[in-house]
């Protein structure tokens, strides 16, 4: 199967899933995660009309996507990867959405670049749901603090929320805390679901669905 029809699949599947859901979200974008994927491959979504594209690694980003995105003007570049300060600036020049802002420290770090740059991508909170040691994202309980500093104290642009559930889980609870959390928090997107479970994804309301290898081809 070429990119283009791997993407023509998805696209069916998440509308399938939409119709089946009882309340799915307004819209569900897919973002195109192509990490890893040379811009050979990248050009070939792009040809098949796809837009949306999430990177997990400023540096790799920074390689292959400045030259697309002044080619392709409407594309739309998110990070899905956790962001150090040291990366701030680069970060704020290059990506539309930051998808992984998850801690105080950070949010100070975009609210002081955006004072210096005038830029800022619209935000989405990483809620580490499955409180894993290892993984990015704020704790669900810590997610009320952030959101308030980051939105309503510092009036970033924090416009969703985003989790990447334990690999050996059922991601069905985790997606349905997100969803409660948002709702609580007033934050209209949901950034969930992966190639093996952004149908379920769509079910629990997902705003944007980030699917790589079931586009890309399995990374190496
Ligand atoms: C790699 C990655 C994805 C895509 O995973 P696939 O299983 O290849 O669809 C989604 N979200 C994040 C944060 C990722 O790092």
Redesign the pocket.
């Given at each position: 199967m070429s990119i283009a029809e791997n993407l023509a699949a998805i696209m069916a599947r998440i509308d399938a899933a939409r119709k089946a859901a009882v309340q799915p979200a307004p819209a569900t974008h897919l973002v195109a995660?192509s990490?890893t994927v040379p811009e050979s491959g990248i050009r070939e979504a792009l040809a098949a009309g796809q837009r949306r594209f999430?990177e997990?690694r400023v540096q790799e980003a920074g390689v292959k996507f400045p030259s697309l995105k002044s080619e392709f003007p409407d594309l739309e570049l998110h990070l899905?990867?956790p962001l150090q300060t040291n990366k701030v600036k680069e970060a704020v020049a290059l990506f539309d959405v930051i998808q992984s802002l998850d801690r105080i420290k950070l949010a100070d770090a975009l609210a002081l670049e955006r004072g210096r740059s005038g830029r800022m991508p619209r935000l989405f909170v990483q809620v580490n749901t499955g409180e894993e040691a290892q993984k990015a994202g704020v704790p669900p309980r810590e997610a009320g603090n952030l959101i308030a500093y980051a939105r309503d104290m510092l009036k970033l642009p924090v416009e969703g929320l985003m989790c990447?559930p334990p690999a050996d889980d059922d991601a069905a609870p985790h997606f349905a805390l997100l969803l409660k959390l948002a709702r609580e928090h007033g934050l209209p997107n949901l950034s969930m679901g992966?190639?093996?479970d952004f149908e379920l994804a769509v079910r629990f309301g997902a705003t944007h669905v980030?699917?790589?290898?079931?586009i890309f081809g399995a990374r190496g």
């Open positions: 995660v990490k999430g997990n899905i990867g990447i992966m190639s093996g980030r699917v790589g290898s079931a």
